[in-house]
C-alpha cells in the first residue's frame, strides 16, 4: 500500500518557524520525484517546492523562506519553513510521482500527481 505521512504541522506566530517531514512507503521513492504544496480554503492546491530530476525549485514567494530536502535512505522528504506570514496558512501536502506540477492544480487531491499525503495544518498568527 501507498503511504505518505505528514506530520510536523502546528500553530506559530508570524516571523517563527516550522518544520514539516513526510514519510513514504509502498513505492520505490528514491527513484520519483518529490515536493510540497497548500492549499487555503477557497484557494487553489499551490507549490511550495519540489525536487525534480534532482533539482530543487521553489516559486517566488517561498524564496528565502523555504527549504525542501529529501533523505531517500529514510524515505523522507521534509519543509523547513522560516519567517513565516500569516498567509502561509493552509493544509500542507506533501507529493509524490514521475510528475510535480508547477502550476497551481484545483485540488490536493489532483491525479496529475501520483501520490499524496493526507495534509497537516500550519497556522500562523499576527
Known amino acids: 500500500e501507498v503511504q505518505l505521512v505528514e506530520s510536523g504541522g502546528g500553530s506559530v506566530e508570524a516571523g517563527g518557524s516550522l518544520s514539516l517531514s513526510c514519510t513514504a512507503s509502498?513505492?520505490?521513492?528514491?527513484?520519483?520525484?518529490v515536493g510540497w504544496y497548500r492549499q487555503a480554503p477557497g484557494t487553489a492546491c499551490q507549490l511550495v517546492a519540489r525536487?525534480?530530476?534532482?533539482?530543487?525549485g521553489r516559486p517566488g514567494f517561498a524564496a528565502g523562506r523555504f527549504t525542501i530536502a529529501r533523505d531517500n535512505a529514510k524515505n523522507m522528504i521534509s519543509l523547513q519553513m522560516d519567517k513565516l506570514k500569516v498567509e502561509d496558512t493552509a493544509v500542507y501536502y506533501c507529493?509524490?510521482?514521475?510528475?510535480?506540477?508547477?502550476?497551481?492544480?484545483?485540488?490536493?487531491?489532483?491525479?496529475?500527481?501520483?501520490?499524496w499525503g493526507q495534509g497537516t495544518q500550519v497556522s500562523v498568527s499576527s
Open positions: 509502498g513505492f520505490s521513492f528514491a527513484y520519483t520525484n
Open positions: 525536487i525534480s530530476d534532482g533539482k530543487p
Open positions: 507529493a509524490a510521482g514521475p510528475l510535480i506540477p508547477t502550476v497551481d492544480l484545483p485540488s490536493c487531491r489532483d491525479r496529475s500527481v501520483s501520490y
